[in-house]
Nanobody, 116 residues
Framework: QVQLVESGGGLVQAMGSLRLSCAAS????????MAWYRQAPGKQRELVAS???????NYAHPVKGRFTISRDNAKNTVYLQMNSLKPEDTAVYYC??????????WGQGTQVTVSS
């Protein structure tokens, strides 16, 4: 079993920055894809950014140029640096991991609130 623990959410003013972290623990051989999703009230969960084990990244259009995803494979940790935050970025942010020989896992979510 694998657990994902997120940290770093909070309240920030528009144009501010936050850094989210997500650490995976448990029985882990290797992690293929790690990603961040978000879900705003009344909306479906959507992909924000993903990163492969080799470092290839993919971003949703609304966050390109503002958010940066990175990972530390030795620590089984993924990060999301969020800059120039907008009120429309307000959501619960979830960490996702696809673990080799195990399955896919989600974190519990961390609230990000951006005030105007």
């Amino acid at each position: 079993q694998v657990q994902l623990v997120e940290s770093g959410g909070g309240l920030v003013q528009a144009m501010g920055s936050l850094r989210l972290s997500c650490a995976a623990s448990g029985t882990i051989f290797s992690i293929n894809v790690m990603a961040w999703y978000r879900q705003a009230p009344g909306k479906q969960r959507e992909l924000v950014a993903s990163i492969s084990s080799g470092g290839s990244t993919n971003y949703a259009h609304p966050v390109k140029g503002r958010f940066t995803i990175s990972r530390d494979n030795a620590k089984n940790t993924v990060y999301l640096q969020m800059n120039s935050l907008k009120p429309e970025d307000t959501a619960v942010y979830y960490c996702y991991a696809a673990v080799s020989q195990s399955g896919t896992y989600w974190g519990q979510g961390t609230q990000v609130t951006v005030s105007s």
